[in-house]
């Protein structure tokens, strides 16, 4: 499926009112890690300003130790600092990256705002190195988006 296909099967999850936010944000994880071959792991982390720390939502993929993230720390920490997006086409050649498993080899996040405050954010592990495209950054903005309207 290509990212315009996606666009209205995401909006009829956040839509879906029979759904829990909880269950919406994992059917998001479902559907873009089975539609998208180059997402091997989806998931969310949700920031708690008061203790400057990022903590696992729903995701799909293999299971990970890292369920609590401090700002400023790893990929996602980062973009809990910077509020931009952020792409890395190897994750081998970044010093503050926080290894999840030995098969990923490119990250991309992309924040997540609400109200202007930046809440959370989405993240995609790849196995590929340099998989990510402005296609996979525009369409992630477009699913965070459409999350945001959940909050």
């Not at 400023?72 to 920490?77: E, F, H, Q, V």
Request: aromatic content about 10%.
């Amino acid at each position: 499926m290509t990212f315009e296909e996606l666009q209205p099967e995401v909006t009829a999850i956040t839509t879906a009112v029979s759904l829990s936010r909880e269950e919406k944000l994992l059917a998001i994880c479902q559907l873009l890690n089975k539609q998208i071959a180059h997402y091997n792991w989806v998931g969310f982390y949700f920031a708690n300003p008061e203790t400057k720390t990022l903590h696992l939502g729903p995701y799909i993929g293999a299971p990970t130790d890292h369920t609590v993230i401090p700002f400023g720390k790893g990929i996602c920490g980062q973009v809990a600092v910077s509020n931009a997006n952020f792409v890395v086409p190897d994750v081998a050649a970044q010093d503050n990256y926080i290894a999840c498993s030995l098969t990923v080899k490119s990250e991309i996040v992309v924040p997540l705002f609400v109200n202007g405050q930046n809440i959370g954010q989405i993240d995609i592990d790849s196995h590929e190195i340099d998989p990510f495209t402005e296609a996979d950054e525009r369409f992630l903005e477009f699913v965070t988006h459409e999350i945001a309207k959940l909050y």
